[in-house]
Every structure is written in structure tokens, then in C-alpha cells.
């Protein structure tokens, strides 16, 4: 019997720079790459939406859509995936059907193909219309299932969730595990009960991040169970806080009852490209290697540091400890989010808070929206008395309605709001980009004309660095001032370099 | 039905920091770890030879019998592990049986327990008479297969030469995989026929590294085939050339059949202790996260590094393609030896030479002595050929005995070598150290008395190294001789901190 086919999406032209280097990476340095991705033989090429959208107009001056349309003219071949926020598509709040309908509509336009549509909640309410939305353009809809752990969540609860989305007319479901807790034995019982349940056909796509270093061996047991596709990235830029390597997960395969079919000189292609370029971003990277902490603390890494900026900013580091024991209470009084962006940050903040003030002396803004259901509807009942005092505080009824049953139609507005830009272009695709981000487009507009810039290290810097690193004592980079004293007399002396 | 127990042995005192810093972690950097990784539940603890008995007196002026006889008073709850190189015990050559004999007899009373004897060619021979030597003083003899694939290799090939280490009388086989070439299948294989034709009870150890991002798969398929015992390092000396990590072992089996038993404080507290360390050595680190070429190129990357600096040497590195397709060829003619410590060496400086002179015009002396039999049998035939080149070149008739047939009994020779040493203290252990290494031997027993030196840096120096780093200008640490002018007036001028 032949091995069975397993689909691998790989994820280095979006999530893989996202998590490695800030989503920092520059168009014209991930182009090279994209002849071999295309011939590699993925199911998916992810390479679009998450944070890019927004980090192409903030820090790169690139237009997102042109990111889009250029990956599509450069990978005809491939089925191109984008990661989509639900109801937020992929910005801060939650907007109004039309929106969601145009801003898919022009996705699948511009070259989308696959829209992995996902809720930092796990609300399907938020995923419904941007699923509806993407079967309306003949899109692939992937519901997605945020992976988390906490005294509420279980096998049989995932099953059903998965069953929600089914009925929403996913074409398949990705069960998305953010930071690394999915373990073999948990992604074995859910996926083999998912297609136990709902047919040996359901496509059940994973993704798990490195961090814990456990998640190869999930991945091996998640195929053992029946996924069909899972998501990995170039080993040039895999592991840590990022993903299983690609090379490695088609290796493990060999002689067992499962091939991924990708040609493994591309793959090598797409590695030394990688290899060469990743360098240039080393600012942005950060240290870690592996983490297991998260399953003590059931913290991820991300949240964890922005805790201790908040808590060294009032000089209270020391306080960190308090800090992780409250975070789990937080959780649960709010009905226990998974912690991923924007719930991460919610309850992280207001576990700061709570430690620095007092418990719920004062309520942020955020955590006062999503006590009263401005976020949607979390797995547990939340802290009835604490929604009293977010309702109070933020002077808001709570609500039990889908949030963006609340929202006016919005459209005309939003066009509006656009035309009055420097550097706007008339289109759609800018109307949503100033929608996405109103505090970012106008200026992005204004400087569109220059073209992209790529913040990375040039080849020249690097090489400097490395000369400096070494330790010659010559390499002085910029004017220095010293006192100097010369037989006696002192002066002050600026010393720079010659050239 | 309970979980099956899996034991495992902890290589952070060894293994780890040989393969991540060059065995340069000094004794006072890890007694601070010693009382919970005692307690935290280890089958074993492996914190003796491989390179650390070298390392200890060429660069940190410390008698490795101190170090065992240290580690046996910190840790009188754990079977302490060694791995030893067969009839090479832990030098370059093969020593006369009664050498062998009082090496293990003194590692014994000095604190050995676990002893993993491994020959680089898989000769059964070359081990026969150090785990003899091990059963007589009561230690645990681990026969040692060493992974490697080639064509003649295969799954039946390691199932009889488990049979063979059986029939010597060892307690145990490990399954040895340096280069991190082992995959989950095979691994199966391996383990499965060892239990099926030898019995269930025959415990199996697997090691391996993770190089290559695979192997935390093969030890899941291992445990699955049976395998009692895997090696893994605490997380924060983990991954890259080094293992998989210990607490992430833990937590992947979480749910299954199977349990470490481990004690996760004891490991966090581990972890800790190596996280504070590790920055010291950070100059002794390769950058090497992740490399799959060796399942295309079959070389280890150490291997690699040594061949491009030989090349380099000559000016020649524009050749390194043309050495990687030589290897293999050279690998053939010598029988297919496994690629580690010496094989990888002799094999890789012949290539080297085949490239740079034509095949075979040089042949080494120790490429002579492998073709000629004086390291021992491999597992395919030798080129006759080459034997012929290699007797006319070394003057010597090859040979199809046991090496160390041939050597005369040699212990009074190096007692006598030893006494005329400033700094001999007349102990068995001091006679065996200059045996294993005669070039050292002499300064450090010169220089023992000036106590162990920390090769790593201080605190401070770390401190300083951030500073610089941050780019601060001031951050001056040597003085620096300028030429200056000011006011049209030139000065040679030296600049120095102020502190």
C-alpha cells in the first residue's frame, strides 16, 4: 500500500518572519525564494495577512495588496493562504459585515486562495460571516480552532467546535496551537475523534509553533491520527518561537506510512536562500531557543514579556512573581480566553493592574469590553460582579449578541474617510487599508511614492558588525568625546574615524 | 494498566557541554546543579569521558579524577555514566589489555557506574575486553552500537551486532546516534528486532542528537518499539549540535502509556542553574541551530568544519564540492566506517588530499593504518588496491587480528614514563592520565597545584560585553593609540577608560 499523502503548508513567507524577526522581512528579499517555493510541491504557500498587513504600511512603506498581487504573478502554481482575524479581519476591532464582504472579495481578487479565518476567543459567531463571505468568492474557508488548555477545554469540546464550523461550510478545519501546548496524546484524541464524528474526509490542518520543543512529535502524531496537512517552515527559518522545520518533518517521514511528495532540492533552494538573507534581521530576533515554562505557568512567552516591560516601567520587576499567580485568576474570572492576541494582552495588563492597584481597583478599557461581551463569548461564565463593575466603569450595557450585530453599516463612511487622504488611489483596496488602520494609512499614502524600504542590515553593515565583533580596536564607528590629557594639559578631543 | 517507566539519563554534565561549548565548562559552574539532578529521578547521569578527561587537563588545569571522585560525593543517589572509547579508553591509540583493565578498575573506585563503551568502526572486538574488564569490578557494561547508514547497513546488520555485545556479556546496548542520522522508522526497526530476537527484557538506551530536527520523533518511535532508556539534556543546554530536551520529553509523553517519572521542579531548578551558566562559554558556541544536509551529503557537520579550515589552509575552499563528493568514494574504499571520532577525521583529511594531489598520490598515515586493519574490522571489505598503497607507504603488513593482539603488556612502561614527571603524585589515576595523554600530561601535573581555572567568562566581563554591545561609545576597554590633530597641530595621543 502506498504511503499516504500529507499536505505541508509552509509558512516562512508570513508567519515564520512574523515570529522569528518581528514580521520585518522585505518583499525584495523573499522574491528569490519564490520560484522554488512554487515547484516545491506544497498544498499551501501562507503568505499573507497576520501582522504584514500591518507591518508592511508601519514599518516598511510597502503597499500589503502589491505584496499580494506580486506573490501571486511570482507563484502561479501554488495555492496561496492567508491568516484572517474573523470579524476583525486583520486589524484591531471589529467591523461590519459589508466590510468583511469586501475586504474578502478583494483578497480573492488580488490572488487569494486558501483564508485560514480564526477568533482570539473561539466565538464561531465571529468566523460566520467571513466564512459566508469567502465560500461567496469561491474561496477555500478554513475554520480555525485556537488551541488552549485550561480546567474548561477537552477533547469532546474541541470535537464540537469543530462541528460548528463544519456546519458554517468550512472546507476544512486548522487547528492552530500559538504557543506550543498541543501535545502528541491531546492532537491524537482530537483529530482521530474529529473524523471519527464527522467523516475520514474532514481536512483537518495543523499548525503548532516550536517554543516547548514537543511539537515535532505532536505533528508526527496528529498524521498517525489522520491530519491531512500540516504547516511547517524552511529550516533556515524554523524553530524557537517560529516552527518545525520543513526538511526535517519530509525526513522523519521515510520509510513510514506517510510522504509529503516535496522535491527536496527546492527545499534546499528555499533554505540557502533563507540562510543568506535572515542575518540582516538579526536585531529583531529575540534569544529564545526553548521554553517549556507555558505549561507550568500557562503564560505565553510573548505575554509574558510584555508583562515584565509594564511592570519594570513602574519599577516594579520584582513584582513578576505575584504578577504570574494572578494571570490565571484573571483567566478565569474572564471566562477563560485563550490567551492569544488580543485576549493575551487584555488580561496580561489587567493581571498587572491587579497586582500594582489592587484586584479590579482599576479596569482597563479593554478588559471592561471584554467582560461585557464587546469581544464575543469566551468557553466559561464570566465573574458576574466584575461585570458589574465594567459595566460601571465603562458606563456599557453587556451584551450577548454577536459584537458586530451592534455595528451600523459602515461602507460609505469608511470610503469617505479615505478620500480625504494624501496619496489615496481611489480603490477599494485603499478604502480597507485606511479601515484596518486609520492611524497608519494616511501616512503610509503620503509616502507611498518612495517605495518599499527594507530595514534590514545591508551586506556592508553586516560585515562591519563582524569586523567590530571581532574586536579591533580600530573600528570606531562614530565621533567619540574624551578628555584627554597630554604632559600635563587637559582638553577635550573628538576622535572619529579617517575615511 | 499503569504507564510504562522510561528512564532517562541526563547529559548536561557531559555530552551537552562537549557538543555546545567544546567541553570547556568548568567543575565550579555545575556543582550548583549537582543535588537536583540527584533528586530529580534520572535512570542515569552521564558526566565522565567523551572528550572531558582531555578537555580537563589541556585547558582547565583540573584532574579528571577529581572531577568524578566531586561528582560521586555530590551525587551519592545517582549511577554516574561514562562513555568510553573501547580499547582506545579515552586517548588516540589502542592500549594493552592490562591498561584497559586498570582504567576501568580505577574509574570503578573512583565512582563509575554506568559504563558506555563504543568503538567509531563498530569492531565487536575492540570492545570485548573493556566491558570484560567492567563485569569484573561489578560496573554496568552498555555495549554500543554506532548509528550510521550506508549501503551495506541495515536493519538485520544492527539486530546481530546487538547479539554480538550481548554475547560479550554487556547489561545493556545503546544505540548511539551522533550525527542525528537516526530516523523514527528505523529506529522502530532497530529496537523492535533487538526485543524480538533477543527478548523484551534487553534494555535498550537510545542516544541521540538533534541536529538534524528529527530525532525527537525517533525517541517517541523508539519508546514506542520499546526502548527503556533515552538521553536528553535539561532544555537551557539543549538542541543545535547538542539533544533533545529533557523537560520537553517529559511533557510530550503527558497522556500516554508511557511516564520519565521525572520531578519537574528538580528540573526547572536545573534549567535554571545552566541558564545562568551557559552565556560564559557563548565564544566556545558554533551558530549551527538546525542542519539537515547530512541526509543528502551524509558528512556531520563537524566533519565539514574540518575539511573547509584544511581547504582554507591551502587556499583551496572553491573546492569544497568537489571534497563532499570525494567522501563518499573514500568512505567505500575503506569499508563504510561510521563518520565519527577518528574515522570521520581520517576519512575527511584523505578526501581532502585525493582532491588537492589526485587520488591517493598521499595517503595519510592514519588512512594508511585504517586500510591496513590497525583501528580494526568495518563492516564492508576494503579496496584491495589501496591495501597494497597503503603497505608500500607505511612499511607495515596489513593485519586481520584484534589491534591490541599486537601490543606487548605496556603498565610498567608507563608507570615508569609517569615517575620521572614534576608533579607525579605516584597514584594508578596519574599514570593512566599520561598514558592517555602524553603531550598534556607533563605541564598540567606541572600546574595541578595552581587549582582549576574557569575558561568561561565572569560576571563582569558579560556586563561589559552588553555594554559594548548596546553600542555604547564609551564603552572603551583598551587602551587605543591615535593620531590627533587639533588646531593643525598633530600628536600621537593614547586613550585609555578613565577608571
Given at each position: 500500500?502506498s504511503?499516504?499523502?500529507?499536505?505541508?503548508?509552509?509558512?516562512?513567507l508570513?508567519?515564520?518572519?512574523q515570529?522569528?524577526m518581528?514580521?520585518?522581512?522585505?518583499?525584495?528579499?523573499m522574491?528569490?525564494a519564490?520560484e522554488?517555493?512554487?515547484n516545491?510541491?506544497?498544498?499551501?504557500?501562507?503568505?499573507?495577512?497576520?501582522?504584514?498587513?500591518?507591518?508592511?504600511?508601519?514599518?516598511?512603506?510597502?503597499?500589503?495588496?502589491?505584496?499580494?498581487?506580486?506573490?501571486?504573478?511570482?507563484?502561479?502554481?501554488?495555492?496561496?493562504?492567508?491568516?484572517?482575524?474573523?470579524?476583525?479581519?486583520?486589524?484591531?476591532?471589529?467591523?461590519?459585515?459589508?466590510?468583511?464582504?469586501k475586504?474578502?472579495?478583494k483578497?480573492?481578487e488580488?490572488g487569494?486562495?486558501?483564508?485560514r479565518v480564526?477568533?482570539?476567543?473561539n466565538?464561531?459567531?465571529?468566523?460566520?460571516?467571513?466564512?459566508?463571505?469567502?465560500?461567496?468568492?469561491?474561496?477555500?474557508?478554513q475554520?480555525?480552532?485556537?488551541?488552549?488548555?485550561?480546567?474548561?477545554?477537552d477533547?469532546?469540546?474541541?470535537?464540537k467546535?469543530?462541528?460548528r464550523?463544519?456546519?458554517?461550510?468550512?472546507?476544512?478545519i486548522?487547528?492552530?496551537?500559538?504557543?506550543?501546548?498541543?501535545?502528541?496524546q491531546?492532537?491524537?484524541?482530537?483529530?482521530?475523534?474529529?473524523?471519527?464524528?464527522?467523516?475520514?474526509?474532514t481536512?483537518?490542518?495543523?499548525?503548532a509553533?516550536?517554543?516547548t520543543?514537543?511539537?515535532?512529535?505532536?505533528?508526527?502524531?496528529?498524521?498517525?491520527?489522520?491530519?491531512?496537512?500540516?504547516?511547517?517552515?524552511?529550516?533556515?527559518?524554523?524553530?524557537?518561537?517560529?516552527?518545525?522545520?520543513?526538511?526535517?518533518?519530509?525526513?522523519?517521514?521515510?520509510?513510514?506510512?506517510?510522504?509529503?511528495g516535496?522535491?527536496m532540492?527546492?527545499?534546499?533552494?528555499?533554505?540557502d536562500h533563507?540562510?543568506?538573507?535572515?542575518?540582516?534581521?538579526?536585531?529583531?530576533?529575540?534569544?529564545?531557543?526553548?521554553?517549556?515554562?507555558?505549561?507550568?505557568?500557562?503564560?505565553?512567552?510573548g505575554?509574558?514579556?510584555?508583562?515584565?516591560?509594564?511592570?519594570?516601567?513602574?519599577?516594579?520587576?520584582d513584582?513578576m512573581?505575584?504578577?504570574?499567580?494572578?494571570?490565571?485568576?484573571?483567566?478565569?474570572?474572564?471566562?477563560?480566553?485563550?490567551?492569544?492576541?488580543?485576549?493575551?494582552?487584555?488580561?496580561?495588563?489587567?493581571?498587572?493592574?491587579?497586582?500594582?492597584?489592587?484586584?479590579?481597583?482599576?479596569?482597563?478599557?479593554?478588559?471592561?469590553?471584554?467582560?461585557?461581551?464587546?469581544?464575543?463569548?469566551?468557553?466559561?461564565?464570566?465573574?458576574?460582579?466584575l461585570?458589574q463593575?465594567?459595566?460601571?466603569?465603562a458606563k456599557?450595557?453587556?451584551?450577548?449578541?454577536?459584537?458586530?450585530?451592534?455595528?451600523?453599516?459602515?461602507?460609505?463612511?469608511?470610503?469617505?474617510?479615505?478620500e480625504?487622504?494624501?496619496?489615496?488611489?481611489?480603490?477599494d483596496?485603499?478604502?480597507?487599508?485606511?479601515?484596518?488602520?486609520?492611524?497608519?494609512?494616511?501616512?503610509?499614502?503620503a509616502?507611498?511614492?518612495?517605495?518599499?524600504?527594507?530595514?534590514?542590515?545591508?551586506?556592508?553593515?553586516?560585515?562591519?558588525?563582524?569586523?567590530a565583533?571581532?574586536?579591533?580596536?580600530?573600528?570606531?564607528?562614530?565621533?567619540?568625546t574624551?578628555?584627554?590629557?597630554?604632559?600635563?594639559?587637559?582638553q577635550?578631543?573628538?576622535?572619529?574615524?579617517g575615511e
Amino acid at each position: 500500500m502506498s504511503p499516504r499523502k500529507i499536505g505541508v503548508t509552509e509558512v516562512a513567507l508570513r508567519d515564520a518572519h512574523q515570529s522569528l524577526m518581528a514580521t520585518r522581512m522585505a518583499m525584495e528579499d523573499m522574491v528569490g525564494a519564490c520560484e522554488d517555493i512554487d515547484n516545491a510541491g506544497f498544498w499551501s504557500v501562507e503568505c499573507w495577512g497576520g501582522a504584514t498587513f500591518d507591518a508592511c504600511i508601519r514599518f516598511l512603506n510597502e503597499d500589503p495588496w502589491e505584496r499580494l498581487r506580486t506573490f501571486r504573478k511570482l507563484m502561479p502554481n501554488s495555492q496561496l493562504q492567508m491568516l484572517l482575524r474573523g470579524q476583525n479581519l486583520l486589524g484591531y476591532r471589529h467591523y461590519e459585515d459589508m466590510v468583511v464582504d469586501k475586504f474578502v472579495e478583494k483578497s480573492k481578487e488580488n490572488g487569494m486562495d486558501i483564508f485560514r479565518v480564526f477568533d482570539a476567543l473561539n466565538d464561531p459567531r465571529n468566523l460566520e460571516h467571513a466564512m459566508k463571505a469567502v465560500k461567496k468568492v469561491n474561496g477555500h474557508a478554513q475554520g480555525t480552532i485556537c488551541y488552549t488548555t485550561s480546567p474548561l477545554h477537552d477533547v469532546d469540546g474541541y470535537i464540537k467546535q469543530a462541528g460548528r464550523l463544519l456546519d458554517m461550510g468550512a472546507d476544512s478545519i486548522a487547528l492552530k496551537d500559538m504557543a506550543a501546548l498541543l501535545k502528541p496524546q491531546p492532537a491524537f484524541d482530537i483529530i482521530r475523534g474529529i473524523k471519527e464524528t464527522y467523516g475520514e474526509d474532514t481536512q483537518i490542518n495543523v499548525h503548532a509553533h516550536s517554543t516547548t520543543g514537543v511539537t515535532m512529535v505532536t505533528l508526527q502524531k496528529a498524521i498517525e491520527a489522520g491530519a491531512d496537512v500540516v504547516d511547517t517552515a524552511i529550516s533556515s527559518m524554523s524553530l524557537g518561537p517560529g516552527h518545525n522545520p520543513t526538511e526535517a518533518l519530509v525526513e522523519m517521514l521515510e520509510g513510514t506510512d506517510y510522504d509529503t511528495g516535496l522535491d527536496m532540492d527546492r527545499l534546499l533552494n528555499i533554505r540557502d536562500h533563507f540562510k543568506a538573507v535572515r542575518p540582516k534581521y538579526a536585531e529583531f530576533e529575540s534569544k529564545t531557543l526553548i521554553n517549556t515554562n507555558i505549561f507550568q505557568s500557562q503564560i505565553p512567552g510573548g505575554m509574558l514579556s510584555n508583562m515584565e516591560g509594564q511592570l519594570r516601567a513602574q519599577g516594579a520587576e520584582d513584582r513578576m512573581e505575584e504578577v504570574m499567580l494572578e494571570v490565571p485568576l484573571v483567566r478565569k474570572d474572564a471566562g477563560y480566553p485563550p490567551l492569544v492576541t488580543p485576549s493575551s494582552q487584555i488580561v496580561g495588563t489587567q493581571a498587572v493592574f491587579n497586582v500594582l492597584m489592587g484586584r479590579y481597583k482599576v479596569m482597563t478599557a479593554e478588559f471592561a469590553d471584554l467582560m461585557l461581551g464587546y469581544y464575543g463569548e469566551c468557553i466559561g461564565e464570566r465573574n458576574p460582579e466584575l461585570i458589574q463593575i465594567a459595566q460601571q466603569q465603562a458606563k456599557k450595557e453587556p451584551i450577548t449578541v454577536r459584537p458586530a450585530d451592534l455595528l451600523e453599516p459602515e461602507w460609505d463612511d469608511l470610503r469617505t474617510q479615505a478620500e480625504g487622504l494624501e496619496g489615496f488611489d481611489g480603490s477599494d483596496e485603499d478604502v480597507l487599508t485606511n479601515a484596518l488602520f486609520p492611524g497608519v494609512a494616511p501616512g503610509f499614502f503620503a509616502t507611498r511614492h518612495e517605495g518599499p524600504k527594507n530595514v534590514g542590515k545591508t551586506a556592508e553593515q553586516l560585515k562591519k558588525e563582524k569586523a567590530a565583533a571581532k574586536g579591533q580596536a580600530n573600528a570606531l564607528r562614530e565621533p567619540i568625546t574624551y578628555k584627554v590629557t597630554v604632559g600635563g594639559r587637559s582638553q577635550t578631543v573628538k576622535v572619529e574615524p579617517g575615511e
